[in-house]
Nanobody
Framework: QVQLVESGGGLVQPGGSLRPSCAAS????????MGWYRQAPGKQRELVAS???????NYGDSVKGRFTISRDNAKNTVYLQMNSLKPEDTAVYYC?????????????WGQGTLVTVSL
């Protein structure tokens, strides 16, 4: 049974930091590209950051320089360090597991964790 379980969201003031994590089970974690996406009310889901099996990272333009994605293959966990948070970062953050190209595995999503940036 495949599961992606996010945790670590919450309420934070502008300028603050959060570090949500996503624990995976039921997949060969080290083989997957892991990503964080977010969806704000009334907006489309967008890529926040991703990290390949080899450790290459990619970031959405709005979070470059503020957010850092990392992974711990020994713990089957991906993290998103979010610094200098802004009210516009408020959204539900979803973990994504994208399988290797050409595999028969399916992409997987977590249930989401809410991040609210407000005074």
């Amino acid at each position: 049974q495949v599961q992606l379980v996010e945790s670590g969201g919450g309420l934070v003031q502008p300028g603050g930091s959060l570090r949500p994590s996503c624990a995976a089970s039921g997949i060969i974690f080290s083989r997957y590209t892991m990503g964080w996406y977010r969806q704000a009310p009334g907006k489309q889901r967008e890529l926040v950051a991703s990290i390949t099996s080899g450790g290459s990272t990619n970031y959405g333009d709005s979070v470059k320089g503020r957010f850092t994605i990392s992974r711990d293959n020994a713990k089957n966990t991906v993290y998103l360090q979010m610094n200098s948070l802004k009210p516009e970062d408020t959204a539900v953050y979803y973990c994504n597991a994208d399988p290797p190209s050409g595999s028969r595995w399916s992409a997987r999503w977590g249930q989401g964790t809410l991040v609210t940036v407000s005074l």
